[in-house]
């Protein structure tokens, strides 16, 4: 899986890296068919919301985007709360491959034919 790390208006400590580095490879265990990721992590400077820490990952999948933000005032719980959500929408795209919506035509019980009048 290609990993891409950055932030914006903040310095990348590399316990911050490890961190997600750490709660990324709970979604592998779960999907482990993922391309590649894109964390941003940010701080918002703007003066009516100053100090609010952001965090967001893009996540390709094969012939999906998964997008998710996140922001609360500490960056770890901001990245909490991003891996939780990230998890379950990569758990509904799983079942959503993985489940076709009916049962196969061997499994269904067959028609009951009509008399003929």
């Given at each position: 899986?290609?990993?891409?790390?950055?932030?914006?208006?903040?310095?990348?400590?590399?316990?911050?890296?490890?961190?997600?580095?750490?709660?990324?490879?709970?979604?592998?265990?779960?999907?482990?068919?993922?391309?590649g990721a894109?964390?941003?992590?940010?701080?918002d400077k703007?003066?009516?919301?100053?100090?609010?820490?952001?965090?967001?990952?893009?996540?390709?999948?094969?012939?999906?985007?998964?997008?998710?933000?996140?922001?609360?005032?500490?960056?770890y719980a901001?990245?909490?709360?991003?891996?939780?959500?990230?998890?379950?929408?990569?758990?509904?795209?799983?079942?959503?491959?993985?489940?076709?919506?009916?049962?196969?035509?061997?499994?269904?019980?067959?028609?009951?034919?009509?008399?003929?009048?």
């Open positions: 899986m290609n990993l891409k790390i950055s932030g914006h208006h903040l310095e990348l400590t590399p316990s911050l890296r490890e961190f997600v580095v750490n709660k990324l490879e709970r979604v592998l265990r779960h999907f482990d068919q993922l391309i894109e964390v941003i992590l940010s701080v703007t003066k009516e919301k100053a100090g609010r820490q952001i965090a967001s990952v893009t996540v390709y999948l094969k012939g999906k985007e998964i997008f998710v933000e996140k922001c609360d005032e500490n960056m901001a990245i909490d709360k991003l891996i939780d959500m990230l998890d379950r929408k990569v758990m509904q795209y799983k079942d959503k491959v993985q489940d076709h919506g009916r049962e196969a035509l061997k499994h269904q019980q067959p028609p009951e034919a009509e008399p003929l009048q």
